[in-house]
Structures are given as C-alpha cells and as structure tokens.
C-alpha cells in the first residue's frame, strides 16, 4: 500500500450519543451541570489545600493533585462534548484526536500510581503513626509526584508511538463523543489484531493491577484498624471508605472497557460518560462529605475570603 505510513484522514467525525434534540438537551443540561459543579468542586478544594495551613500535610497534597487531575480529565473531554451536544456534523482533526488521546491517557496513567501513592500514605499514618511525618516528608511526596507524572507519560507514549504511523485511509468514522484508543485502532487500514491486544493487555494489566493492589491494601488496613476500638479508628474507617469509593469509581468503568471486549456500544457510551462525567464529579463530594476537617478548613477559606472583600 502506497504511503503506508502517512496519514491521509485529516478529521474523525463522532456519532456522537444521539440525534433527538430534546434528549440532546437533557444531556447538554445534565453534562454543562455536573461539569461545572465538579470544575468549582475540585478547584474550591485545590483553594483550600493550598490556602489553610492546617491541610499542610502528605494526605491533603495528595488530594488536591487528584482533584487537579479531575479537571485535567474534564478538559480532556467534557468541554468538545458540550461543544458537539447541538452540532450535526461532529468532527475532530486528526492531531486533535491524538492530542486527546495521549492526555487521556497520561492523566489515567498518572491517577492510577497516585491512588496507589494514597494508600500507601494511609498505610503509614494507621500502621506506624509515630514515623508517618518521617516515612511522608516533602521530598517523598515530591518523589511520588514526579513518579506518577512519568509512569503516565511513559505509558500515554508507549500506546501512542504504535499508532501515529498507522495507515488511516477511512473510513472515519468514530462511534463515540471522543477519541478513544480501541475504536482508533479499528480504523486503520491493516491488520490491527496485534497491536489492539498488545493495547487491550497494556491498559487492562495495569488497571486491573493497580486496582487488585489497591483493594488488597484497603483490606489489610480496614482489618488492621479493626482491631482497635477508638474514635481515631472510626475517623480512619471513615477515610478508608471514602478512598474506597473513589478506587472502584476510577477503576471500574475503565476496567469494564478493556477486559469485556464483547460490551455493547450504548454500555460502553454509558461507562464513558460515568467515567469522564460523573467521577470527576464524585469525587470532590466524597471526600468533602465525608471529612470533618476538610469541610472546617472550607468554611475558614470562605470566611477569611468573605473577610477580604469587605475590607478592600
């Protein structure tokens, strides 16, 4: 095949999720809504970390880089699907679509070892209390930080660096409301068989690992904390749940994709939507309802806020 390895399909176009206009509304209704609760969510909480002083630990910087890769996972996505919701011909450029692609890809990539890095980080506080600010210094969690930022670009450009040479010739057709690696991969005009499951394995392993790894140590420390009956261990149970919930929501609907490859096409427009819509959205509400100190250092900020407009 003559230029093989040149691209010449210079837009995808997206089908998109339907064509009826009222339920084209509702989306635009429902996704504008929840996109711009979790985008003041997660931001009012990036506020708050940076802001009070008594959130200056490993635990909260943790959580404001997770809430600042939710809305690098919004961006990603959300704001060209609201953007397409009332458009009849929804196209991406080409570059555009593996732009989209390897952020996507670096921020799961990213998420992945810094959820690890939270367990980890309650691990120490709940088994060994007395070394947690040693174990859990600046430079450790600055390490952490940079090694989750690496093992994201090093795999967003592994699945890449196979894919931007492939021979795309049409059709080009994508029948989603963004670029998603798998359904890319199917538009090639060769044989695809390996390379989508060398993909398939590559995204599924380190999902389902790193998700079996993290349940594994949630147990352990839940049954650790069990064994003591204070208030602290109920605070700790309450913050293990909480992590909890956020693992199965960030892992579950990517882990569903990629190991069920017999999915219908509407579930996994479904699971898509969970996954760039709502858990972004989850997240903040978890872990602001769920911890007493967070929402106290939250009325703070807004008070000396509030404070600060009055005096200027």
């Avoid at 940076?50 to 909260?60: E, F, I, Q, R």
Wanted: glycine letters at 4%.
């Amino acid at each position: 095949m003559d230029g093989a390895n040149h691209s010449v399909v210079s837009e995808f176009v997206f089908l998109g999720l339907t064509n009826s206009w009222e339920v084209q509304l509702l989306r635009f209704v429902f996704i504008s809504t929840f996109y711009i609760a979790s985008m003041m969510g997660n931001s009012v909480i990036m506020l708050t970390v940076t802001s009070d002083p008594h959130l200056h630990s490993p635990m909260y910087f943790l959580l404001a880089n997770l809430s600042f890769l939710d809305l690098g996972v919004y961006s990603a996505t959300s704001p060209k699907m609201i953007y397409d919701l009332f458009r009849k011909h929804k196209v991406i450029s080409f570059s555009g679509c593996i732009a989209q692609i390897f952020f996507i890809n670096v921020i799961g990539g990213v998420e992945g070892v810094m959820l690890i890095t939270m367990a980890f980080d309650r691990y120490v506080a709940i088994c060994k209390p007395l070394h947690y600010l040693t174990i859990m210094s600046p430079r450790m969690c600055i390490s952490f930080l940079v090694a989750a930022w690496m093992t994201g670009l090093i795999h967003s450009t592994v699945q890449l660096a196979f894919v931007v040479n492939l021979p795309f010739r049409g059709p080009n057709v994508l029948d989603s409301f963004y670029c998603d690696l798998p359904r890319l991969i199917k538009l090639a005009c060769t044989d695809t068989y390996q390379l989508e499951s060398m993909v398939t394995a590559n995204s599924g392993f380190i999902s389902v690992g790193s998700f079996i790894i993290l349940i594994i140590s949630y147990i352990v420390l839940i049954l650790t904390v069990q064994k003591h009956s204070s208030a602290g261990s109920s605070k700790a149970l309450s913050t293990l749940s909480a992590h909890i919930a956020v693992v199965v929501l960030a892992f579950g609907p990517f882990i569903f994709v990629y190991t069920w490859p017999s999915a219908s096409i509407p579930l996994d427009k479904f699971l898509a939507i969970f996954d760039s819509v709502l858990t972004p959205f989850l997240n903040p509400v978890i872990y602001t309802f769920r911890n007493q100190e967070m929402k106290v250092a939250m009325r703070r900020v807004c008070r000396q806020l509030v404070s600060y407009r009055k005096i200027s």
